[in-house]
């Protein structure tokens, strides 16, 4: 059974600053991963999708990684700005399709102005 | 491209009622997904439908629960006699698989159902 882990759960940093995210699974047969945010209350907005067979997906201020050898991703954000806080989610899909997905429970990122 | 939309955003009932709630995919999308989420924890899969067939349930989804997605088109998912274990963030998400470009899943706003 596919177990995601993100870490940290919480995360609080000054405006400006870089951060990096960290999302691992234990199961590396997986089709793609995708990074998603969550602001309070609402849903998941998509971030960014790496594909199995790709290494990094770059998206503005945002950049993520896979490695898929050591069940690893990390989404990297730059010059962090407070409109950045929300929580951060990754999913892993087992198959070609998201029901068989597991997320991660998510890193909660505060970014003090 | 609209984006995904559920309704209600909000639903407080009664133990015991009955419920539902719709939503409407992206137009082009031939996948949509229902995941139940609760405070702290990342979203849980419950049901998919390719195009008009609901294709797979998730054990989580006992005999009170139901959903449907006539003509491929909108969703609607109903829980029957409602039960405080219930209350969670429902979220509808889809997708369009065959294009060959990785298949990215949108999420709508979410339906939060709180039983009294």
């Known amino acids: 059974k596919q177990e995601v882990t993100q870490i940290p759960a919480a995360l609080s940093v000054p405006e400006g600053e870089n951060l990096v995210l960290n999302c691992s699974f234990t199961?590396?047969?997986?089709?793609?991963l995708q990074w998603f945010r969550q602001d309070p209350g609402k849903g998941l907005t998509s971030l960014l999708l790496?594909?199995?067979?790709?290494r990094e997906q770059t998206s503005g201020r945002l950049n993520a990684s896979l490695d898929k050898s050591s069940g690893r991703s990390t989404l990297y954000i730059a010059a962090s700005q407070p409109g950045d806080s929300a929580t951060y989610l990754c999913?892993?899909?087992?198959?070609?399709?998201?029901?068989?997905?597991?997320f991660g429970t998510g890193t909660k990122l505060q970014v003090i102005p | 491209d609209t984006g995904v939309s559920q309704d209600p955003r909000h639903k407080i009932t009664k133990r015991g009622q009955n419920v539902t709630f719709r939503c409407d995919p992206i137009?082009?999308?031939?996948?949509l997904y229902w995941y139940r989420q609760t405070l702290g924890q990342g979203p849980e899969f419950l049901t998919y439908?390719?195009?008009?067939?609901?294709?797979?349930k998730s054990r989580l989804l006992s005999d009170r629960f139901s959903a449907e997605r006539p003509k491929g088109s909108f969703s609607t998912l109903e829980i029957q006699r409602t039960e405080q274990g219930d209350s969670a963030m429902y979220l509808c998400?889809?997708?369009?698989?065959?294009?060959?470009?990785?298949?990215?899943?949108?999420f709508g706003s979410g339906t939060q159902l709180s039983v009294l």
């Open positions: 137009s082009e999308h031939n996948r």
């Open positions: 439908f390719q195009n008009e067939a609901q294709l797979e």
């Open positions: 790496i594909q199995s067979s790709q």
């Open positions: 998400a889809s997708s369009f698989s065959g294009g060959g470009m990785g298949e990215k899943l949108f």
């Open positions: 199961d590396s047969a997986i089709y793609n």
């Open positions: 999913a892993v899909p087992n198959s070609g399709g998201y029901q068989k997905v597991t």
